[in-house]
């Protein structure tokens, strides 16, 4: 990217113009992909735990007995959403967010990114492409409760006002829970009225997160946390360089450690299966292997700084190039050079890489804290030869994601289909620390060369930026 400094506001006002159009067409969209799912009319839906239910929207429910539940199908990984996602739907609805409880969503198109046109979490995108639209979710709702309440008492809908569950004409009150099943019956309102922002008294203000109190409680599940019946524990050797290839391996003594249950070959390596965890890692230990390290062996720190400065001196792609830099530079009083190197990066997330599968001549049911669920499920399916709609992704609380969580191969996932396919029972694949630390992705090696030109004054006049990076993806 090059940029001189005496070009005038033309191109700062056409990324402005940008960024608000792609802000505006994110909002547009996802009030498209949250109102064009069928919401669900007619008899309130009876559910199998509970009383009947209200959903207007994929993202809403209200149930008869007063539980009113906002389904997330952002992955909520210490970044608040759980918590930050509700408070837009409890506003316009009126009730109090403490009052509301959260669920993990499904795997679903209604809960794309609008943008991306995947459900996951990532980019910093999950409350600027949803609040709007979860406002007018939340307004919906109580414009439909209203009308049920002007249905039941015979009233004009103006007459009535809602506060945090309620609803009054002055002289009755009624629960959300009490009209849910009405509400459920009745024809969704076309247009509900926002409020304004004066009137907000959610939005904006102190919140306490609402997933606090099942962390700190031990309540709140994560992948490592899924207990199943028949649940194996297994753990994976792996090339010790990128691009290896197993030749052989020798289990026996593997076999004989107490716990352990099977060792196979999988993909990426040898899987040992066993009762615990700790079984699972001294069998691996016990595992005699013979790799092919193929044409990764070679590299290194220093000779990869050695490429990237050779291509820091090439001509690169263009990201952006206003004006005459390179006249701007050799007319500036003075001129810096600066070069920013950036290594690999783990991520080291809090929780360990992990997911739970269970393959069955039915198809598959999957455990993980992930950041991508479609991505996730249609590579698990891919990996058995399967339809996506045959296998079943529940999401759990992630111990830390920053990315790591969301690689464009979905590498633990699939991995974790390949160790439990077969096994007839579920098997949750661990990561060791020391596995996921050597065992990518990473954020990626680069260089950044800046030059820059100042002026006599102090005033910049010209910066040119090189970059040299492999992508994130």
Not at 166 to 194: C, M, V
Not at 383 to 406: D, N, Q, S
Request: charged share 20%.
């Amino acid at each position: 990217m090059s940029t001189a400094g005496h070009t005038g506001n033309a191109g700062g006002t056409g990324r402005r113009q940008f960024i608000i159009g792609i802000a505006l067409a994110a909002g547009e969209l996802a009030t498209a992909r949250l109102y064009g799912r069928a919401p669900r009319q007619g008899p309130a839906v009876p559910d199998a735990l509970g009383p009947p239910q209200f959903q207007p929207h994929a993202f809403l429910r209200i149930g008869a007995d007063d539980v009113v539940t906002v389904i997330i199908g952002k992955s909520e990984m210490g970044q608040g959403v759980h918590t930050g996602l509700v408070i837009p739907v409890a506003e316009e609805l009126d009730i109090d967010p403490q009052r509301i409880r959260v669920e993990f969503a499904g795997v679903d198109p209604a809960f794309n990114n609008p943008l991306l046109g995947e459900q996951l979490t990532g980019v910093s995108m999950s409350t600027w492409t949803t609040f709007d639209s979860l406002r007018k979710v939340g307004a919906t709702a109580r414009a439909a409760l209203l009308a049920a309440a002007a249905r039941r008492w015979n009233v004009d809908v103006d007459r009535l006002r809602s506060n945090n569950g309620r609803i009054t004409d002055g002289t009755r009150s009624a629960r959300y829970g009490e009209l849910a099943t009405l509400a459920a019956k009745l024809p969704l309102p076309p247009h509900a009225a926002l409020k304004d922002p004066s009137r907000f008294k959610y939005i904006g203000h102190p919140q306490h997160r609402l997933d606090g109190p099942d962390k700190v409680t031990g309540r709140a599940k994560f992948g490592m946390d899924i207990d199943l019946p028949g649940l194996l524990t297994a753990v994976v050797a792996r090339a010790p360089v990128f691009g290896g290839r197993l030749v052989s391996f020798d289990a026996t003594a593997a076999r004989a450690v107490p716990g352990v249950v099977d060792v196979r070959p999988v993909p990426s390596g040898v899987a040992v299966y066993a009762s615990h965890t700790w079984a699972a890692m001294r069998g691996r230990e016990a595992l005699t292997l013979q790799w092919e390290h193929g044409t990764a062996e070679g590299e290194s720190t220093a000779t990869l700084r050695n490429q990237w400065r050779q291509l820091l001196d090439r001509p690169g792609a263009i990201a952006s190039s206003v004006g005459d830099t390179q006249h701007a530079l050799a007319s500036a009083s003075k001129r810096i050079e600066i070069e920013y190197e950036f290594p690999y990066l783990a991520h080291a997330c809090m929780e360990p890489l992990n997911c739970t599968a269970h393959v069955t001549p039915d198809g598959c049911e999957i455990w993980v804290g992930t950041q991508n669920q479609t991505q996730d499920r249609r590579l698990a399916a891919e990996a058995l030869g399967i339809e996506p709609a045959r296998v079943k992704l529940h999401t759990t609380y992630l111990g830390g994601g920053f990315g790591r969580r969301g690689s464009g191969v979905s590498d633990f996932t699939v991995e974790a289909v390949h160790v439990a396919n077969g096994m007839g029972r579920p098997v949750k694949t661990v990561w060791t620390r020391e596995d996921d630390m050597r065992g990518g992705y990473y954020r990626p090696f680069s260089l950044s060369r800046v030059r820059a030109g100042i002026d006599a004054t102090g005033i910049p006049t010209a910066i040119e930026h090189r970059i040299v990076s492999k992508s994130i993806f």
